[in-house]
Each structure stands twice: as C-alpha cells, then as structure tokens.
C-alpha cells in the first residue's frame, strides 16, 4: 500500500510526537495529521484535510477512545470504509477482538522511537 498521508489519534502529546518522527523517518514526503480526539478526526474533510487519510492508527488507551468502539465509529462513517484502522496500546492487544470490528492490525506500543520505526514500517510495508 502506498502512503502518503497518516492520521493518528492519541490523547498523549509526546506519543504523537514518537508517531510524527518515527513516521517520517520511514516515509520522507508524508502528510502526518495528529489528533487528539476522535471527534478532530471525523471532521475530515477539513481546511486541514481535503481527502481521506491513507491509514489511522489509534491509541485505544487514551481516555476519549472507550476502547475498540473507535474503529466502530470510524467504520460507521462511509468515508473510512476503505481506510485501514490499525490500534495501539501501552497493554496487549487481542487480534481477534480488533480484527472483528474492522482493525486492519494492532500492536503493543514499544518505548523507544527506534524500535516504534521498525514496527511502523512492517505494518506500512516500506
């Protein structure tokens, strides 16, 4: 899949940052659009965003998320249908539970950005 725009949705400042660095350190030229909320997110289209990203990755921890409902909310949205929702949490994650409602992938967030880079690039298959 080729990516060139990603949008990542974490309620703690310096994991988007970690997101932003890693993501670029994989992909040079990437539009990279960090929220805060799931509600910033599904106002795309926005003077920010004219076009759907190319994949969203989620922190199911962070406070706002409820957990997996997130990728019910975004599925639920016909502009994210074909956008792949991959979640993250500090804890483990079942694949199975996530895959079910709609998660393309989902991984333990590691603590370094150096091993948070491979782990991104496998799943962006750069």
């Known amino acids: 899949m080729e990516i060139k725009s990603v949008v990542v949705i974490d309620d703690n400042v310096n994991s988007r940052i970690d997101f932003g660095i890693a993501l670029q350190e994989i992909i040079e030229d990437l539009d990279y659009y960090p929220f805060e909320h799931i509600e910033e997110a599904l106002t795309i289209p926005n003077a920010l965003i004219v076009e759907c990203p190319d994949i969203i990755f989620i922190n199911i921890d962070a406070y706002f998320s409820h957990g997996l409902r997130c990728i019910s909310k975004l599925k639920?949205?016909?502009?994210?249908?074909?956008?792949?929702?991959?979640?993250?949490?500090?804890?483990?994650?079942?694949?199975?539970?996530?895959?079910?409602?709609?998660?393309?992938?989902?991984?333990?967030?590691?603590?370094?950005?150096?091993?948070?880079?491979?782990?991104?690039?496998?799943?962006?298959?750069?």
Not at 85 to 113: H, M, W
Request: charge should be negative; include cysteine.
């Open 76 to 126: 639920n949205i016909d502009q994210y249908n074909d956008v792949p929702i991959v979640v993250y949490s500090r804890l483990e994650i079942d694949k199975n539970t996530s895959g079910s409602l709609g998660a393309f992938d989902c991984f333990q967030k590691p603590d370094s950005i150096s091993l948070l880079v491979k782990l991104l690039a496998s799943i962006l298959n750069a």
